[in-house]
């Protein structure tokens, strides 16, 4: 437990959950900022990341519907980097 409060208690999976909000977030800042591209790598790289750490905190702290939608993101992202790799072969 990192912090305790009289309303609620942080713990060590909520803090890796709120970093891969963060990165989720961030990611699509700089999406609409145009900042980075659909097409950049590390735009699927900062949500493929910003997913696995709230699929972490998830398994602390189970919601079927967002790990669902946590496994999607995951990945989508991962097809996204798939997609690119082979177009850049080609």
């Known amino acids: 437990m990192l912090f305790k409060g009289n309303c609620s208690m ?3 999976a909520d803090v890796i959950g709120m ?21 950049d790598s590390y735009y699927s ?3 493929a990341v ?7 905190s998830l398994f602390f ?5 967002s790990v ?4 999607f993101w995951f990945g989508i992202s991962i097809y996204g980097e798939i997609l690119r790799w ?5």
């Not at 970093?19 to 097409?39: E, R």
């Not at 082979?86 to 080609?90: E, L, N, S």
């Open 19 to 39: 970093l891969g909000v963060g990165c989720v977030l961030g990611a699509y800042f700089l999406l609409q900022a145009s900042l980075v591209k659909v097409t």
């Open 68 to 71: 669902v939608i946590e496994i």
């Open 61 to 65: 702290h189970w919601n079927t519907s």
């Open 45 to 47: 790289a900062i949500n």
């Open 50 to 56: 910003g997913a696995l750490l709230i699929l972490y």
């Open 10 to 12: 942080i713990d060590f």
């Open 86 to 90: 082979i177009r850049k072969k080609v």
